[in-house]
Structure formats: structure tokens, C-alpha cells
């Protein structure tokens, strides 16, 4: 099975702050891995795919980049609304996802 | 609007079944696969379960968690996709979601989830 490791576990963080998420699989996945946003009680929600390309209606100030094992997850521009949990999860063989950062207000 | 909406969660004791349905609509149901995740209370989220669409085989593959007691299925013809778990353990407790698998070949990302809906496991 491959394995996600993200980091950190939490961050914290004040509007306007630039943000960055890393993401670490334990083989190479090419650039097969995505980003979701999840917000308390909600379902994830897809920010991002193939490592670097932005869903349609997501914000342009989250962007991703990466390939092979080492991935990250930047918001330019922290938002009110960006205060969540955000995962990684690997697509190469079947899915697994990290365990997670929550993003809360410092 | 393209729309899962998961159903059929509930308390129900260890030992026993439940099955969960998905009814998706905004799109041909038929051409896309489907997933079932799984987040425990206050935990990450896990694949639990995945069926292809039929020009694919309609086949599923299961995590190691899951096998041999939990089966997916679906009927196209009533845009639902299904979730058969038997033989629940208390480590089952979680809240499932439906995902639809955005390509019907080769690696793919889940590009819509339903709401969730949750299970409880316990006596």
C-alpha cells in the first residue's frame, strides 16, 4: 500500500498569511494526487488535481506542485473561509490519503 | 446540478448488516464508477470500496479493512449505487460517503461526493 505522510498536523496562520501544506508518498505516484478542503461537518470538496491543476470554481490562490513523492499545497492569500482541514490522497493504486492539516486562526 | 445523495445509515449492533444507498443525478450515472470512503469520528478519511461502470466490467475491489464483508453493487437503471455491509464490527463506526470517480479509466480523482451518511456500530 502507499503511504501518505502530511505535514505539519496543524498550522497556524492569520488572514493574508501565505500558506504551504507538504505532502510525502511512499513511492513515487508521478503526478497522480489530488488536494481536498474539508470543513466540519461537510464532505470534502476537491481543490485540486493531478497535482498542479485547479478544480473549476476554486479559488486562484490555492495552487499545488509536485511529482513523484514530494508534493505541496500553497494558498497565496489565507481567507476567513480557508480555515479548514485539507488532505492529500495518492490515485496511482486505489486511494489513501494523509492524515490531514488543519489550517486554524493564530 | 450533478447531486449524490447517500442514504440507509443508522445504529445497528455488531454482528449485524446494513446496507447504504447512493442516488446520484446530473449526469449519466452509468459511464462514471463509483467509490465509498469512510471518515471514523474525529479520524482521517479512507477508501472502503469501488465498482467500475459497466464498460469496464462493472467489477470492484475492496480495502483490506472491508473484504469479504462489505459489497458494493449498482443499478444504472435507477442511477443507485449500493453499499452491502455484514458481519459490523465497532470499528465500522464512521460517517460513508459516495464519490463518483471522474474518469472512467486510468487513474482517477473523486471529483463529486455525496453529503454522508453515518453508521454506528454498538450494542
Known amino acids: 500500500d502507499i503511504q501518505m505522510t502530511q505535514s505539519p498536523s496543524t498550522l497556524s496562520a492569520s488572514v493574508g498569511d501565505r500558506v504551504t501544506i507538504t505532502c510525502r508518498a511512499s513511492?513515487?505516484?508521478?503526478?497522480?494526487l489530488a488536494w481536498y478542503q474539508q470543513k466540519p461537518g461537510k464532505a470534502p470538496n476537491l481543490l485540486i488535481y493531478?497535482?498542479?491543476s485547479l478544480e473549476t470554481g476554486v479559488p486562484s490562490r490555492f495552487s499545488g506542485s509536485g511529482s513523484g513523492t514530494e508534493f505541496t499545497l500553497t494558498i497565496s492569500s489565507l481567507q476567513p473561509d480557508d480555515f479548514a482541514t485539507y488532505y492529500c490522497?495518492?490515485?496511482?493504486?486505489?486511494?489513501?490519503f494523509g492524515q490531514g492539516t488543519k489550517v486554524e486562526i493564530k | 446540478e450533478v447531486q449524490l445523495v447517500e442514504s440507509g445509515g443508522g445504529l445497528v449492533q455488531p454482528g449485524r448488516s446494513l446496507r447504504l444507498s447512493c442516488t446520484a443525478s446530473?449526469?449519466?450515472?452509468?459511464?462514471?464508477?463509483m467509490s465509498w470512503f469512510r471518515q471514523a469520528p474525529g479520524k482521517g478519511l479512507e477508501w472502503v470500496g469501488f465498482i467500475r461502470n459497466k464498460a469496464y466490467g462493472g467489477t470492484t475491489d475492496y480495502a483490506a479493512s472491508v473484504k469479504g464483508r462489505f459489497t458494493v453493487s449498482r443499478d444504472d437503471s435507477s442511477s443507485i449505487a449500493y453499499l452491502q455491509m455484514n458481519s459490523l464490527k465497532t470499528e465500522d463506526t464512521a460517517v460513508y460517503y459516495c464519490?463518483?470517480?471522474?474518469?472512467?479509466?486510468?487513474?482517477?480523482?473523486?471529483?463529486?461526493w455525496g453529503k454522508g451518511t453515518t453508521v454506528t456500530v454498538s450494542s
Open positions: 490522497q495518492q490515485y496511482s493504486s486505489y486511494w489513501t
Open positions: 446530473g449526469f449519466t450515472f452509468g459511464d462514471y464508477p
Open positions: 493531478r497535482a498542479s
Open positions: 464519490t463518483r470517480k471522474g474518469a472512467a479509466a486510468g487513474p482517477g480523482y473523486m471529483d463529486v
Open positions: 513511492q513515487s505516484i508521478s503526478s497522480w
